[in-house]
């Protein structure tokens, strides 16, 4: 079945420094991959989408690659703000639905 | 636009107690999700609705579990008897998709949820 696998957290960070989460899915044929952002409070908000391998997805900054040689799809971004501080799911579309990853805490200090 | 709305967002039961979670997705949104989000862990797909009808529930603990979306908008979740292990966020999302056509983004829209704690 499909499954998606995170670093595990919390990524502790100070604001400028360079973010990298890891990512890597098993899936079945070439699923979209998206990466879903949770703030302290809120519901989970789509970040960033790739729907075939070598599309770069990106928003706010972040920016993450599908890999498909290595099944991955890892997000970055250059510089971390004190406000991008929350919980980070990977996720892959299926037939019908998403399959998230665990999840990885992100918490930037000033 | 308003987004999907959920109620309670906590609740406090003791085990083998009932409740109920409901949700009412974005306007004109035919796909409808309830999750499970034991903390630590991902959202869990517990069942899915296209308008009124189950698309999969096949994770659904249907011994304790239900879930209606009878007019094709609104929804709710029910536990009843819940066990200890059910404390989790339950969170509600909507799609604009219909399950089987091309042109469904897997965008999902989320709620805030509700937070179930069984003692």
């Known amino acids: 079945g499909n499954s998606v696998t995170q670093m595990e957290g919390p990524v502790t960070l100070s604001e400028e420094a360079f973010l990298t989460i890891n990512c890597t899915y098993t899936a079945t044929g070439y699923p979209s991959l998206f990466w879903y952002v949770q703030y302290p409070g809120e519901g989970l908000q789509l970040l960033l989408k790739a729907t075939k391998a070598d599309d770069k997805g990106s928003n706010k900054g972040f920016e993450a690659t599908y890999r498909k040689e290595t099944t991955s799809f890892h997000l970055e971004k250059g510089s971390v703000q004190v406000s991008d501080s929350a919980v980070y799911f990977c996720?892959?579309?299926?037939?019908?639905?998403?399959?998230f990853g665990k999840g990885t805490m992100l918490l930037v200090s000033p | 636009e308003a987004g999907v709305a959920q109620s309670p967002r906590y609740k406090i039961i003791e085990k083998r107690q009932s409740v109920a979670f409901w949700c009412n997705p974005i306007?004109?949104?035919?796909?409808l999700y309830w999750y499970q989000q034991i903390l630590g862990q991902g959202p869990k797909l517990l069942i899915q609705?296209?308008?009124?009808?189950?698309?999969?529930d096949s994770q659904l603990p249907k011994d304790r579990f239900s879930a209606e979306r009878l007019k094709g908008v609104d929804s709710t979740l029910k536990i009843q008897p819940a066990k200890l292990e059910d404390s989790a966020v339950y969170l509600c999302?909507?799609?604009?998709?219909?399950?089987?056509?091309?042109?469904?983004?897997?965008?999902?829209?989320f709620g805030e949820g509700s937070r179930l704690t069984v003692l």
């Open positions: 999302a909507s799609s604009p998709g219909l399950v089987i056509t091309a042109t469904n983004t897997g965008e999902l829209f």
């Open positions: 306007s004109g949104h035919a796909t």
């Open positions: 996720a892959l579309k299926g037939y019908s639905t998403l399959t």
């Open positions: 609705f296209q308008n009124n009808g189950v698309v999969d």
